[in-house]
C-alpha cells in the first residue's frame, strides 16, 4: 500500500541512543501538562510519563551497571590526569631548559603553548596529545628518546580507555525496538499521544505536531514496506 508507513508506529524506527530518547519523551510529558491541552490529550501525560521513567531507570541501569560508560568516563578522566601531570613536569624538567632561547623549536613542541594542551577539551585532548608525542619523538636528538617513549606509553593507555568509552556510548544506540521492552512501551505511549493528538486536532493538525520535538533526535529511518512501483 503506497501510504502504509502512515499507520505504522515510527517511533519504533527511529535511530537514537537511549538518553536521547528518554529527553524526547519527557518533553512530550511537558507539553501535555500545558494549559489548555484537550482533556484527551492531558489524560496521557501520567501514563507517557510513566512511561518514560520506568524508560530512564533502564538506561540508568544499562550505562552505569557493570563497568558502563560511566565508568569508562572516569577512567578517561584518571588517565588524562596522568598525562597532565607529566606535561607538567616534562615542561620545567625537560622542554623549558632545552629550548631556553629557542622559541621555533618550542613552539614545534606547544603549537598552541602549554596550555593547549593541559586545558584542551575532551574532543581534542587525543589528537593533541598525539601530536605532542610526535612532537617529543621527532626532538630526541636535542632531549633525548626518554620523554617521547614516555609520553608514547600514555598516549597507548589513554587511547585504550578513550576506545572503551566510546565502545560503550554506541552500545546504548540503535534502532529503538531492539533496544529492550522499556523503549518498546514508551514508543507505544508515544503513538498513543500521536494519534489521540491528531484526532483531537483533525483540522489543525500542526497542533499536534507541536506535541513532539523531533529536533531533539539525531535521526529516523523508516522501515515500512517500500511501495511497489
Not at 530518547?21 to 489524560?43: R, W
Request: aromatic share 8%.
Amino acid at each position: 500500500m503506497l501510504y502504509d508507513d502512515k499507520y505504522a508506529n515510527h517511533f519504533l524506527n527511529i535511530v537514537c541512543g537511549r538518553a536521547r530518547f528518554a529527553d524526547f519523551a519527557l518533553y512530550t510529558v511537558n507539553a501535555l501538562k500545558a494549559a489548555g491541552t484537550p482533556p484527551a490529550l492531558a489524560a496521557l501525560a501520567a501514563p507517557l510519563g510513566t512511561a518514560q521513567a520506568a524508560f530512564l531507570t533502564d538506561v540508568a541501569k544499562r550505562t552505569t551497571g557493570g563497568g558502563g560508560s560511566q565508568d569508562n568516563t572516569l577512567a578517561e578522566d584518571t588517565q588524562w590526569t596522568a598525562i597532565h601531570a607529566f606535561l607538567t613536569e616534562t615542561d620545567v624538567v625537560t622542554i623549558r631548559p632545552a629550548y631556553f632561547k629557542d622559541a621555533v623549536g618550542l613552539k614545534a613542541i606547544y603549537p598552541a603553548q602549554l596550555g593547549g594542551l593541559t586545558e584542551a577539551t575532551k574532543g581534542t585532548r587525543l589528537a593533541k596529545f598525539e601530536a605532542y608525542v610526535q612532537a617529543l619523538e621527532a626532538a630526541a636528538p636535542k632531549l633525548t628518546a626518554a620523554p617521547g617513549k614516555a609520553a608514547r606509553k600514555l598516549l597507548e593507555a589513554y587511547r585504550a580507555v578513550a576506545d572503551a568509552k566510546d565502545t560503550g556510548e554506541n552500545a546504548v544506540a540503535g534502532l529503538i525496538q531492539q533496544l529492550g521492552p522499556k523503549a518498546v512501551a514508551l514508543c507505544e505511549a508515544l503513538w498513543d499521544v500521536h494519534c489521540t493528538g491528531l484526532a483531537a486536532y483533525a483540522r489543525t493538525p500542526a497542533q499536534a505536531a507541536a506535541l513532539f520535538n523531533y529536533g531533539l533526535l539525531p535521526n529516523r529511518t523508516s522501515r515500512a514496506a517500500k511501495p511497489k512501483a
